[in-house]
C-alpha cells in the first residue's frame, strides 16, 4: 500500500510564473490536506479537502492560491504569479473520512513535501 | 497567535544523555501529536496522546500532557546522535481535524 505520494519534489519556478503541486492520497483516503513550512519554521495548515468538495480553506491566502481534490486523479495546489515569498516546502497529508462525529479524529499521514523555489 | 508552541528552540546534549522538549498551547483539544523532522525530509509520526490520557511510552520516547496547564513534554531517553532533527508538536482541536503545529524544537545530539 504505498503512502502519500507528493510530485515534483522539487519545482524552481520564476518569478511570475504558476506552480502546480500535485498529491495522491493513500489507497482508501477521502480526505487530503495541505501545509506550507517556511524555512526554519513549523507547518502551517491552508487547506483541508475532499472529493470535490473544500472543507475548510481558511489557512490559504485569499488570493493567487487555489486547490482542488477531483473526483478522479490527485489533488492539486495551484499558485498564480508565484512571488519569492511562496518558496517553501508544501506538504500533503491524507486520512480517511470523520465517521465519528466532530470529536472524532482520523490519523493524517503526510507525503515527502514539494520544495518550491521562486527565483 | 500559534497554537502549539515549542521550547527550547534549539537543544543540544551529547549522545546518553536525555532531551526534554515541552509544547504548550491555547485552546481545548482532541489530541496532540509530536512529529520529527529531519533537515529538508518530510514528517515522521511519532506518537499521538489523547486528551483524555497523561503519559504514554515508546521505545526511548515518553510524552506526557497536562491539560490544566495546556502543555505536553516529549522525553527521548538515552540520546543518539540519529536522534538529531526537529521536532514538532501538533495539536487537534475538538472539531476539525486539521493539524496545528508549533515552531519546532532544533535538536542537536553530539557523538
Known amino acids: 500500500n504505498a503512502g502519500v505520494m507528493q510530485n515534483p519534489r522539487h519545482l524552481v519556478r520564476r518569478r511570475g510564473q504558476e506552480a502546480r503541486l500535485r498529491c495522491s492520497p493513500m489507497?482508501?483516503?477521502?480526505?487530503v490536506y495541505w501545509y506550507r513550512q517556511l524555512p526554519e519554521e513549523g507547518l502551517k495548515f491552508m487547506v483541508y479537502?475532499?472529493?470535490?468538495?473544500?472543507?475548510?480553506e481558511s489557512g490559504m491566502p485569499k488570493e493567487r492560491f487555489s486547490a482542488e481534490f477531483p473526483k478522479e486523479g490527485p489533488s492539486i495546489l495551484r499558485i498564480q504569479q508565484v512571488v519569492r515569498g511562496d518558496s517553501a516546502a508544501y506538504f500533503c497529508?491524507?486520512?480517511?473520512?470523520?465517521?465519528?462525529?466532530?470529536?472524532?479524529?482520523?490519523?493524517?499521514?503526510f507525503g515527502p513535501g514539494t520544495r518550491l523555489t521562486v527565483l | 497567535s500559534q497554537q502549539g508552541e515549542e521550547d527550547p528552540q534549539a537543544l543540544s546534549i551529547q549522545e546518553g544523555e536525555n532531551a526534554t522538549m515541552n509544547c504548550s498551547y491555547k485552546?481545548?483539544?482532541?489530541?496532540l501529536q509530536w512529529y520529527r523532522q529531519n533537515s529538508g525530509r518530510g514528517l515522521v509520526h511519532l506518537i499521538l496522546?489523547?486528551?483524555?490520557?497523561r503519559e504514554k511510552h515508546s521505545g526511548r520516547l515518553r510524552v506526557t500532557l497536562d491539560t490544566s496547564k495546556k502543555s505536553s513534554s516529549l522525553l527521548i531517553t538515552a540520546s543518539r546522535a540519529a536522534d538529531t532533527a526537529s521536532y514538532f508538536c501538533?495539536?487537534?482541536?475538538?472539531?476539525?481535524?486539521?493539524?496545528?503545529f508549533g515552531g519546532g524544537t532544533r535538536l542537536m545530539v553530539k557523538p
Open positions: 489507497k482508501g483516503h477521502s480526505h
Open positions: 501538533a495539536t487537534v482541536f475538538n472539531a476539525g481535524n486539521m493539524l496545528t
Open positions: 496522546i489523547r486528551s483524555n490520557e
Open positions: 485552546t481545548s483539544i482532541n489530541n
Open positions: 497529508a491524507s486520512s480517511r473520512g470523520l465517521a465519528g462525529g466532530p470529536s472524532s479524529y482520523n490519523e493524517q499521514f
Open positions: 479537502l475532499q472529493k470535490e468538495n473544500i472543507i475548510d
